[in-house]
């Protein structure tokens, strides 16, 4: 029995957590839960998992909350103010946290499991984007208190354990293009909301729904595989795979090359992860292999310049990255807002990019958000400006 702490556990990859949780009701135990929307939602989830903590960062919706519970909120503490996932991750007392956080939000709660001694399986990829300097130093001596959940990564645990670091000649990340795989850049300009939020293979939320369409999504996935495996960037190398079954590959420096297959299920990952290293049995379907045709192609880097964009800050590294998620998160809701145009979200994470003149090294988070603070304000300006 495995006793788990889930953040955001009202978004697409906590509930399908859940949902690992509801069918191995002998392995794992909810003991905390944090959400920052979806009441209703849950008000289910802790009705039926019945955890002892729930952390929500706005004090009024938690007071809803408890008047929601009724009588029920007798049997779980409620943790309110801004940093309550964060008091949630390091003070309750858990095996693992799992952090499917959005956005650069998710950093704090995952320093804070890490220095309480948990294992973080970590969904919320901004926190190696902003902070894989500060994360990995937490892990040095025990690396295995780490265990990604996006699926790339995922595979490339799994392709990488047990082979030498000085065989591997490079990783391929890849990915299914998203929505707009093919279309051109004056295409892009005219895409709708509504098309971007379409997303061919994945069910995931409206940020990094649109992440995927700017495949920015991809960008920041290098990045982490970067610091999740001590891989050099030029070794790391991007690829679009469409029907979304290969999730990774590893070619060796004999030219052998190993790929990962799995069907498109984010509870795959997730289940691997909550469960590391076992693997535990699955109702979902294996891959169709005699029915299914493979195919890849490459990224047309002047139509997504967001790949690019990613392999250039993480090589920058200091307070770049953390500059360039800020200024997407920004640039991403106006984009959702109907304010600026698909290909204006990446043309304003560049110009923030380049007018970042103080890069900080990543010593401390106070660094990181004193370049997060100034990136959403530059990029608002440069939004509002336009």
Do not use: C
Not at 9 to 15: D, E, F, N, P, Y
Not at 294 to 304: G, S
Not at 310 to 328: C, D, E, K
Request: hydrophobic share 45%; glycine share 6%; aromatic share 4%.
């Amino acid at each position: 029995m495995r006793s788990l702490t889930i953040l955001g556990s009202t978004g697409s990859v906590g509930t399908q957590a859940l949902d690992v949780v509801r069918r191995n009701p002998d392995r794992f135990k909810v003991v905390g839960l944090a959400a920052l929307t979806n009441h209703e939602l849950l008000v289910g989830q802790i009705r039926e998992f019945l955890p002892p903590y729930v952390a929500i960062a706005d004090p009024e919706a938690a007071q809803e909350l408890r008047e929601m519970l009724g009588q029920n909120v007798r049997a779980v503490e409620i943790i309110d103010g801004p940093d309550a996932a964060e008091r949630l991750s390091r003070d309750v007392e858990a095996d693992m946290v799992l952090n499917a956080l959005v956005g650069s939000a998710g950093l704090p709660s995952t320093l804070a499991a890490l220095q309480s001694g948990k294992t973080l399986a970590l969904a919320n990829k901004e926190s190696l984007v902003i902070g894989g300097e500060l994360v990995m130093d937490l892990i040095k001596a025990e690396p295995e208190r780490l265990v990604p959940v996006d699926s790339e990564h995922a595979a490339l645990a799994q392709l990488l354990r047990g082979e030498r670091k000085e065989d591997v000649k490079r990783v391929i990340l890849t990915g299914s293009g998203g929505p707009f795989r093919g279309w051109t850049r004056n295409d892009l300009a005219r895409a709708s909301v509504k098309e971007a939020l379409a997303h061919p293979v994945w069910q995931m939320g409206p940020k990094i729904t649109i992440d995927s369409a700017t495949l920015m999504n991809k960008g920041m996935e290098v990045i982490e595989a970067h610091y999740l495996f001590g891989i050099d960037y030029s070794q790391i190398h991007v690829i679009l795979h469409p029907e979304g079954i290969v999730h990774a590959l590893v070619e060796f420096r004999d030219g052998t090359m190993l790929s990962q297959l799995a069907s498109a299920d984010m509870r795959l990952p997730i289940q691997l992860a909550l469960a590391w290293p076992e693997r535990l049995p699955t109702g979902i379907a294996p891959v169709p292999l005699a029915d299914k045709r493979l195919t890849f192609e490459p990224v047309d880097r002047e139509a997504f310049p967001a790949v690019d964009l990613a392999y250039r800050v993480g090589q920058l590294g200091l307070t770049f990255p953390a500059v360039m998620s800020a200024a997407n998160e920004v640039a991403v809701m106006a984009f959702l807002e109907g304010k600026i145009p698909l290909t204006r979200v990446v043309e304003i994470v560049q110009g923030v990019v380049d007018e970042h003149e103080a890069p900080a090294s990543v010593v401390s988070v106070v660094n990181l958000e004193r370049a997060d603070s100034w990136a959403r304000q530059r990029a608002a300006e440069i939004i509002e400006a336009r």
